[in-house]
């Protein structure tokens, strides 16, 4: 099913990357009929520029009611394809763009290594960074409307239990539907777009510089 009002949006955010000093490892699009959605997924290599993450992915979610329901407000999108489509034209739904963000962390660097320590050290130790860059990042985001969160993942050894994945997961949303044209569309995107980056090489600084492990 074709998107043409998300493609754009979607060679928008393309274009806008390739103005920027962003080392993009994975741009890629993606539709799933049977749920009528689709999205874009972008990978951003962060293993050269920071000591403890390894990359941040922003994935853009979208979908055939939103799409529709976008063309049937926009100026000069009469010969949408779906327009034709009464179940997905009468949906009421929300005009946004859902956004979430992912930085990955080196797990290896950032908890102590294996030793004589109490079962629990390596997360312990972990937990306090996290709680520290928490904060920062809370404090950061708070004229946002984001939810941000911790995903983590844990295993055993004989040394104890330790961390196999550190995410920082944010929830952003780009609010269109009160635009009326797709140029409009696109300059909103695009201003977006920038806060979202610079806020997410905050949080990227903010993460970095939190991680302290004790020497072994």
Same mark, same amino acid.
């Given at each position: 099913?074709?998107?043409?009002?998300?493609?754009?949006?979607?060679?928008?955010?393309?274009?806008?990357?390739?103005?920027?000093?962003?080392?993009?490892?994975?741009?890629?699009?993606?539709?799933?009929?049977?749920?009528?959605?689709?999205?874009?997924?972008? /990978?951003?290599? +962060?293993?050269? !520029?920071?000591?403890?993450? #390894?990359?941040?992915? *922003?994935?853009? &979610?979208? @979908?055939?009611?939103?799409?529709?329901?976008?063309?049937?407000?926009?100026?000069?999108?009469?010969?949408?394809?779906?327009?034709?489509?009464?179940?997905?034209?009468?949906?009421?739904?929300?005009?946004?763009?859902?956004?979430?963000?992912?930085?990955?962390?080196?797990?290896?660097?950032?908890?102590?290594?294996?030793?004589?320590?109490?079962?629990?050290?390596?997360?312990?130790?972990?937990?306090?960074?996290?709680?520290?860059?928490?904060?920062? /990042?809370?404090? +950061?985001?708070? !004229?946002?409307?984001?939810? #941000?969160?911790?995903? *983590?993942?844990? &295993?055993? @050894?004989?040394?104890?239990?330790?961390?196999?994945?550190?995410?920082?997961?944010?929830?952003?949303?780009?609010?269109?539907?009160?635009?009326?044209?797709?140029?409009?569309?696109?300059?909103?995107?695009?201003?977006?777009?920038?806060?979202?980056?610079?806020?997410?090489?905050?949080?990227?600084?903010?993460?970095?510089?939190?991680?302290?492990?004790?020497?072994?």
């Amino acid at each position: 099913m074709p998107y043409p009002i998300f493609q754009s949006v979607v060679n928008k955010i393309n274009s806008s990357l390739h103005k920027r000093n962003i080392n993009v490892i994975k741009f890629k699009t993606w539709e799933e009929s049977k749920i009528f959605a689709a999205g874009l997924e972008i /990978v951003i290599d +962060l293993k050269d !520029s920071t000591n403890h993450l #390894t990359h941040l992915s *922003i994935n853009f &979610d979208w @979908d055939s009611f939103r799409e529709a329901a976008l063309a049937t407000k926009l100026s000069g999108t009469d010969g949408h394809p779906m327009l034709k489509n009464k179940n997905l034209t009468e949906a009421n739904v929300n005009l946004a763009i859902d956004i979430e963000l992912v930085w990955h962390f080196d797990v290896e660097r950032c908890q102590p290594q294996p030793g004589d320590h109490d079962d629990n050290y390596r997360i312990q130790m972990a937990s306090e960074w996290m709680e520290r860059a928490s904060k920062r /990042v809370n404090e +950061l985001l708070l !004229s946002d409307d984001i939810i #941000t969160r911790w995903h *983590i993942e844990i &295993d055993g @050894d004989e040394y104890g239990k330790y961390l196999t994945a550190i995410n920082l997961l944010s929830y952003f949303q780009f609010n269109i539907g009160n635009l009326e044209s797709l140029n409009e569309v696109h300059d909103y995107v695009a201003r977006k777009l920038t806060h979202l980056l610079y806020k997410a090489n905050r949080i990227i600084k903010i993460a970095d510089d939190s991680v302290v492990i004790p020497a072994a």
